[in-house]
């Protein structure tokens, strides 16, 4: 049995596999890390793979299908996300038409959010998986290759006549540490210098420590459309083993970046982790997804281990608009966060949305005075993105709040992200150009070029991430969002 999988050609660098799909102002790309994991498994089973990332490596179609030749696959799966849904199924059909005796299946969290809908787009498309999908495409590659009855594979749905079957779901894996590292099929198919994410040192590695999010923040797609809101662990021996395969397979990272939802919900194990990091001797910097919460004492082990970073979602500076997207934290504990992170030498990058239920003018200017209080290393502003399958869609959705149904709509003609909602108390065009001027209100300051001038000159590390981040978003924070190509005309 031989298996495709591919992270189909779009725009050039679209970075399809993270939360907000899109080609990003910071240049910002992911790793496909779903699909490698789903690779992994697959080969660690004994079947013959093939991995191409088509958008990180300027891949064509035509090299492609070429390199689809080669390997003659008998199951090809191409992942997906809302705003490329076309254009992947499009691509899928094609693979098709090229491969007729393949079976084609797409994943990710559009189609898991929308199956039917996806499957009815174009009759060339065998199937979708739903949710987390390693072990359905395992059992459906065996199934295939037995010519066995596809209701026998949990967690998919299928053609059958003029309707679909929906199999039963599937249980998400409990045993994370039975997984392949992900960092051998990086190793094996692509190059980790064709991703960047600026809150870490370039190049880096993304992996994850856990899956799942026990947190019910109505707009985070990955929980609700993927992963589930269970918070399932690799053991911290089983991570760190990882951590110490990276430094010795990719002598030229700089960073390791942990993609989990939020890695830090469970403090207790962060320690155990940078613990047997130190103690290991492990050296090497690393980046996480972190909520408001850490104590000082856990930031200072952390950064002892390495933590040179951490990514952390404020969202607001109201609390009535926190409690109505169900955030979970207040106000007064992200002061004492940052304060913590900054006695233990930790950078932040915050992150801040406009249009959340609630938002009026006043919130926003609340959200923009916290930013600079708190006054974070990096910050991004941008509104809300709603994907279908999450609570604040079916919100938005059910008051008519979302302008256009054509999903191609949630990017601009040049990717970038659009602004596809508005609130019962702000246009679209409000809570973009709040954005552009809260972001130049914020990295104009004097007081921060002067920072990062200093932090260059001390960090000299610093340096290569920082110009690299600051190619496309100096650009975009002088020019602006092009709020003209933020607006729908499909009401």
């Known amino acids: ?129 739903l949710y987390e999908y390693e072990y359905t495409l395992l059992d459906l590659a065996g199934n295939l290759e037995k010519k066995g009855d596809l209701k026998d594979v949990p967690g998919i749905v299928f053609r059958e006549n003029t309707g679909f079957i929906h199999t039963p779901g599937r249980p998400y894996i409990e045993n994370l540490d039975k997984l392949p590292f992900v960092s051998t099929v ?152 940052m304060s913590h992170a900054k006695k233990a030498g930790i950078i932040i990058h915050g992150c801040f949305m406009a249009g959340l239920p609630g938002e009026t003018k006043e919130t926003l200017g609340e959200t923009l005075e916290l930013a600079k209080r708190l006054n974070p290393d990096t910050v991004q502003f941008y509104p809300v993105m709603v994907y279908p399958g999450t609570e604040a869609y079916l919100w938005y959705n059910e008051r008519g709040l979302i302008n256009t149904s054509d999903f191609r709509k949630w990017i601009t003609p040049q990717g970038l992200h659009n602004t596809v909602i508005r609130t019962e108390a702000l246009s679209s065009e409000e809570l973009v150009r709040f954005c552009d001027d809260a972001r130049r209100e914020f990295y104009l300051r004097p007081r921060y070029i002067l920072y990062k001038l200093r932090q260059m000159f001390t960090h000299p590390h610093e340096i290569p991430r920082t110009l690299k981040a600051a190619r496309t978003f100096i650009k975009y924070l002088f020019k602006g969002s092009d709020i003209k190509a933020a607006r729908s005309k499909e009401i």
């Open 1 to 129: 049995m031989k298996v495709l999988l591919l992270n189909p050609p779009f725009l050039k660098r679209f970075s399809r596999s993270q939360r907000s799909p899109a080609v990003t102002k910071s240049g910002t790309l992911y790793f496909p890390m779903w699909l490698a994991y789903a690779t992994g498994v697959l080969g660690k089973d004994g079947l013959e793979v093939d991995l191409i990332d088509a958008p990180a490596h300027g891949y064509d179609l035509d090299y492609c299908f070429k390199r689809a030749k080669k390997l003659g696959p008998d199951l090809i799966v191409l992942d997906t996300s809302t705003p490329s849904i076309y254009n992947d199924v499009e691509v899928a059909g094609k693979f098709k038409d090229e491969f007729p005796q393949s079976f084609i299946i797409l994943v990710g969290t559009h189609v898991s959010a929308l199956p039917d809908e996806t499957l009815n787009i174009d009759k060339r498309v065998d199937a979708v998986a």
């Open 186 to 337: 990086y190793q094996r198919f692509l190059k980790i210098e064709n991703y960047f994410n600026p809150n870490a040192l370039y190049p880096m590695v993304t992996i994850t420590t856990s899956r799942g999010c026990p947190f019910p923040c109505t707009f985070c797609v990955y929980p609700q459309t993927l992963m589930g809101r269970g918070f399932r662990l690799r053991s911290v021996e089983n991570v760190v083993d990882e951590i110490g395969y990276i430094v010795e397979h990719f002598p030229q990272a700089k960073a390791i970046f942990f993609e989990d939802d939020t890695m830090t919900v469970n403090k207790k194990r962060c320690k155990e982790m940078a613990e047997l990091i130190i103690q290991k001797g492990i050296k090497i910097s690393w980046t996480a997804n972190a909520r408001v919460g850490l104590d000082f004492e856990t930031m200072r082990i952390m950064k002892e281990a390495g933590c040179r970073s951490l990514c952390v979602g404020f969202e607001s500076g109201s609390q009535k608009v926190l409690d109505n997207m169900k955030k979970k934290i207040k106000l007064e504990e992200m002061e004492n966060f």
